[in-house]
């Protein structure tokens, strides 16, 4: 990868401003807890495993900051903002709860240096296993994918979206690596882009052939015979097998079975909440309407006009051929597999 | 209405600019057949009645300045011309067939004058017929609209795609004058964004309720309960009721079908098109790539990567609930009630 998602510097942590892809690459220095949490609400960083390790590297940075005898309430503080900034994905709930499993353990037997050390080795952890976790997805996932096959996908779901090598992108890289892929087909994923700019601009450095097509193209190539197989990843996914994910892909999944194509979800085990029975239960973040009635900058609906902006929908399991993980490919019934593996 | 979609001027043919809409309304002063056949196939005007109209316009227009010894190669000419602007849309040729049949007829018969002001006629004739064809829509479909309804639909089949009051619009003009309307839901449509430029300012400015989504939102929200129909125009019904319409209208059909909601196309009888069998018979327009790369000059997408844009999908007729016409509801099976119809 010839770029980082986030990473730590000596000042703090530095996120690359996805805000502003593909037109800049730009990196973010983030010096507090604060500042780590407005860049996730802000999308400077997005995708449910990447805002899951950037929280971890969140919890370093802050408590780097404070003063010795306010590490134990700057622990719970900074944990309780970041939790609360994007609610659906919940890889974020995940990583923090191991976050204050792990380093609130300490307290109270720890000086406050290893405490700070903790974090930080703690969050370059779930950095290093996340890709890792990646790369085991992907190669699960290449053997579903058919010779010359030309993937749908939507949003980003790639090194992006993660600590590296992606999920459903992960799929991608393993499958071109592996000689099968002819082409990605990234819908744009109105209104932030990913696909436009994120997921063309991570394929295209990679060399990996991508075409864009507009969120309202993928029912219509299907029914021409211009996609094999369409690939997704998740925000988070219910005990049942629901998927929550970005607006734009239930669409797509209903798509796919009008046409009895393969619809796969690739995603960490983090990302399945057994706390979570259905996608009924799911919270689905609402974002400004403003988001919606402008484009790059530029107003495109009338003044007074207002917008609907649900940043993700639900896609039932009955819609989900199967979950690509780390621990292999999960079939339907969804719920029995997922429990033994999140037991194991 | 208090705007003119197309109007004829002392000077010549005046078009609103859609592509300016909402920031600016400009109109667009028109001289020659050639400007009016640019001004087709860089979408200041674009719906499938408005081309029509506009094209009829056209040749009037092309006819007032040429000598009188050239009249008779200027209207084939033109007419050829005009026919080669956009594929999709059938109006263009019926209305086109509808010039070269009733002013061709004149040819050796009447003066360069008399011709003239015969083609002026039929053009001011089939704007006006167009405005009482698209009331005569909107009030036969009006009843289809439920009590409250939240109406789905896509692109601008208004009146800025028609001579007036619209087809789609129409039906969503008739239904909230019997207060049968709650609100409409537009979706953006992208990549030229005819929902949120045109069908937002147009209703607004009618003080229709109007709430802008993308495109990717309409299944999710009909899964969630909040759409009751969705009413679509169209650009070409084949003979066996296949429907040609703005891409992403076969998404939401299908969307719309797996949530058992009916799903309306509201189109006048020049949209049918008897010599089409099917639905895979119709040309769809492929249009520049770089339209959907950039936006408002902006681009969206790393240089180098490509988008593909075909401008129209095909609905099948199975998804189609039923057709709504300026001659009543037309119900499936469509083949023999096209074929009564148009022969009437």
Redesign the interface.
Known sequence: MSFDTMRFTEKGLELLDQRVL??REEYLLLETGEEVARAIEDMVVRGAPAIGVTAAMGVAVELERVADDEIDDALVRVCERLRNTRPTAVNLAWALDLVEREIGALRGKAGAGEIRRAARALAERLHAEDIEICRAIGDAGSPLVPESARLLTHCNAGALATAGYGTALGVVRSAARDGRLLRV?A?????F?QG??LT??EL?RDDIP????????????M?RGEVDLVVVGADRIAANGDVANK??T??LA??AH?HELPFYVAAPLSTVDLDTPSGDEIPIEQRA?EE??T??????????????H?AF??TPAELVTAIITEAGVVQPPYGPALARLKGA
């Open positions: 593909p037109a087909l819908s744009e994923t109105r209104p882009l436009a700019r063309a601009w295209a991508v075409v864009l097509v507009t969120d309202s193209m993928g029912a219509s190539l029914r607006i734009g239930y669409a209903l798509a009008a309407s919606v009635l484009l790059a900058g530029v107003r495109i609906a009338p003044e007074g006009v207002d917008a609907l649900p929908d639900v």
